[in-house]
């Protein structure tokens, strides 16, 4: 995926560089060189892209897709910044509820035609047209820079396969990667980098060979029947909406969440933690042990917690005192 602050950066480097150049080619050949003219051209078409970029990155989500839509509807060709809106590449850029993420795709399908959407991604990808899929068969090819859309795996014909054999995704999903299949993976299976809306495991039930996730689910990530984990499991760095790893009943191998959990991070049958559990920095939603008796082993809890903790009421009334100092006024009781 694209990162609009790095874009930036880049884009203001160069324009640092240009305007170095364009002083030293006025003081060597003076105002009237086409040279010079040609260097200043350049310095102007730049500050100017870089000018509406910042306008763009400044305006009400509903603003820039109304601008968007009107340069479509005028046939009119948009900025790579522009694309980076519509199609929701980068998160700086895009609408995060699902109101906002309808109203895009819905202006994609409406005005853009298969072969634009791969002509679109590629150009604001800086790739080829055949590492772009827009179906399943294509998302499968091997080699995909980016998959359009959602991808769901139960609907593919893989023989009736259950659990990943050597499976490659493609490096960026932009809408969901369902595989709610999967009851057990048993061989290496190789995860986008970023999914852009809900991960779905939610029939995976344990996990004998490490398993890497995408480094960002943009919505919720569902692994509600992982019983234990048996290998090591890398979690992503954000997931924007829930964590639900409601059937997780221990904790043997280390494990650090996702830094941040934009929802609720649910643990409701975790009873116990054999090794260390690093918590998310922050958690936007409710933080649910409702099951765990002793908070021994977590090392690291959240600096900020936006709902509540729901915590067993058989825990230790000094553990308890702990956890309202840190969370006050969050903490409840959980009487299963």
């Known amino acids: 995926m694209v990162d609009i602050c790095k874009e930036l950066r880049e884009q203001l480097n160069k324009l640092d560089i240009l305007r170095e150049s364009c002083v030293s080619v006025l003081v060597r050949e003076g105002a009237e060189s086409e040279t010079t003219k040609k260097t200043i051209r350049e310095f102007d078409t730049l500050a100017e892209e870089l000018h509406d970029v910042v306008v763009l990155y400044r305006q009400p989500f509903d603003e820039r897709l109304d601008d968007i839509e009107r340069k479509m509807e005028d046939k009119k060709n948009l900025t790579k910044w522009e694309y980076w809106v519509l199609y929701g590449?980068?998160?700086?850029?895009?609408?995060?509820?699902?109101?906002?993420?309808?109203?895009?795709?819905?202006?994609?399908?409406?005005?853009?035609?298969?072969?634009?959407?791969?002509?679109?991604?590629?150009?604001?990808?800086?790739?080829?047209?055949d590492r772009i899929s827009l179906t399943k068969k294509e998302a499968f090819s091997g080699d995909i820079r980016y998959h359009y859309g959602n991808?769901?795996?139960?609907?593919?014909?893989f023989n009736n396969l259950t659990s990943a054999k050597r499976i490659t995704l493609p490096e960026n999903i932009g809408g969901g990667l369902d595989?709610?299949?999967?009851t057990s993976i048993?061989?290496?299976?190789?995860?986008?980098?970023?999914?852009?809306?809900?991960?779905?495991?939610?029939?995976?039930?344990?996990?004998?060979?490490k398993l890497t996730m995408p480094?960002?689910?943009?919505?919720?990530?569902?692994?509600?029947?992982?019983t234990f984990i048996k290998k090591e499991l890398i979690m992503p760095e954000e997931v924007g909406d829930d964590l639900n790893?409601?059937?997780?009943?221990?904790?043997?191998?280390?494990?650090?969440?996702?830094?941040?959990?934009?929802?609720?991070?649910?643990?409701?049958?975790?009873?116990?933690?054999?090794?260390?559990?690093?918590?998310?920095e922050e958690v936007g939603g409710d933080l649910n042990l409702s099951n765990l008796?002793?908070?021994?082993?977590?090392?690291?809890?959240?600096?900020?917690?936006?709902?509540?903790?729901r915590v067993n009421f058989r825990l230790s009334d000094s553990e308890k005192a702990a956890l309202e100092k840190r969370y006050p006024s969050q903490v409840e009781d959980a009487y299963l």
């Open 215 to 226: 480094k960002k689910v943009g919505g919720n990530l569902i692994l509600g029947r992982l």
């Open 89 to 129: 590449i980068d998160q700086h850029l895009k609408g995060n509820n699902e109101e906002e993420r309808k109203r895009r795709k819905d202006m994609v399908e409406k005005w853009r035609s298969d072969e634009e959407k791969k002509r679109d991604l590629a150009f604001v990808l800086g790739t080829t047209l």
């Open 293 to 309: 008796t002793s908070t021994q082993g977590i090392t690291k809890w959240p600096g900020n917690i936006g709902g509540t903790v």
């Open 186 to 209: 048993k061989k290496e299976l190789i995860m986008p980098e970023e999914v852009g809306d809900d991960l779905n495991l939610s029939n995976l039930a344990f996990i004998k060979k």
């Open 151 to 157: 991808l769901v795996f139960h609907n593919l014909n």
């Open 245 to 280: 790893l409601s059937n997780l009943a221990f904790i043997k191998k280390k494990l650090t969440m996702p830094k941040k959990v934009g929802g609720n991070l649910i643990l409701g049958r975790l009873t116990s933690i054999k090794n260390k559990l690093t918590m998310p």
């Open 179 to 182: 595989l709610r299949n999967f």
